[in-house]
């Protein structure tokens, strides 16, 4: 599974290394997932395609294991962790990137409820893969604003808002790096934060 790993972009990389050693595997899936899913977005040329896109990931989670596509690596992979728990939050990241029409032309509410529920999948789904009660929604709202921004440009509902006070303790630090990273930190402060937690 290190391959899996290895597929993420350096930075989500840093994230994945300061999960629980029994969680990196299943939160790396879940963070490849995500960045398959915006660029299902960030690239679609026809609206009708990529919906059509994301409706397969959508029912491929919701299969009977008789009626699973095969063929698709990053799905067999979810598939094998063997945790009810993974699915489930990936087909909630489904329904996040669901929530935005194709072709970039995001009302303020399309992009808050986007929002919303892509950082709770994320954010939230971390918490719930490590058996933490603790909710991590706002953290994750801050997250998801502020990397669809960087992704796609624009403005976004809400990102003048201030910053919301970081996570607290080593356990949250994927979530705190990813955080960073969604504010556009990078490079030494990143390394220093992931680190020490400063």
Same mark, same amino acid.
């Given at each position: ?21 029994? +969680?990196?595997?299943?939160? =790396?899936? /879940?963070? *490849?997932?995500?960045? &398959?899913? #915006?660029?299902?977005? !960030?690239? $679609? +040329?026809?609206?009708?395609? =990529?919906? /059509?896109? *994301?409706?397969?990931? &959508?029912? #491929?989670?919701?299969? !009977?294991? $008789? ?6 690596? /990053? ?12 699915? $489930? ?110």
């Amino acid at each position: 599974m290190i391959e899996i790993v290895e597929q993420l972009p350096p930075p989500l990389r840093l994230a994945v290394a300061y999960a629980p050693k029994s +969680t990196r595997v299943p939160f =790396a899936l /879940l963070l *490849l997932l995500d960045e &398959r899913l #915006a660029q299902i977005i !960030q690239r $679609a +040329t026809e609206p009708m395609i =990529a919906q /059509l896109k *994301l409706a397969w990931w &959508r029912d #491929a989670f919701g299969a !009977q294991a $008789a009626e699973r596509p095969t063929g698709e690596p /990053l799905l067999s992979a979810l598939f094998d962790q063997g945790r009810p728990e993974l699915l $489930a939050i990936a087909g909630e990241l489904v329904d996040a990137w669901e929530i935005l029409p194709c072709d970039g032309e995001w009302t303020a509410a399309e992009l808050d409820a986007f929002a919303q529920k892509r950082g709770d999948a994320v954010f939230n789904g971390y918490c719930r893969l490590i058996g933490l009660g603790q909710s991590a929604a706002a953290a994750g709202e801050e997250w998801a604003r502020g990397d669809v921004a960087s992704r796609y440009g624009g403005e976004m509902s809400g990102q003048d808002a201030p910053n919301i006070p970081m996570l607290k303790g080593r356990i949250f630090r994927p979530l705190t790096i990813l955080t960073l990273l969604s504010r556009g930190v990078s490079g030494p402060r990143l390394i220093l934060h992931s680190l020490t937690g400063l």
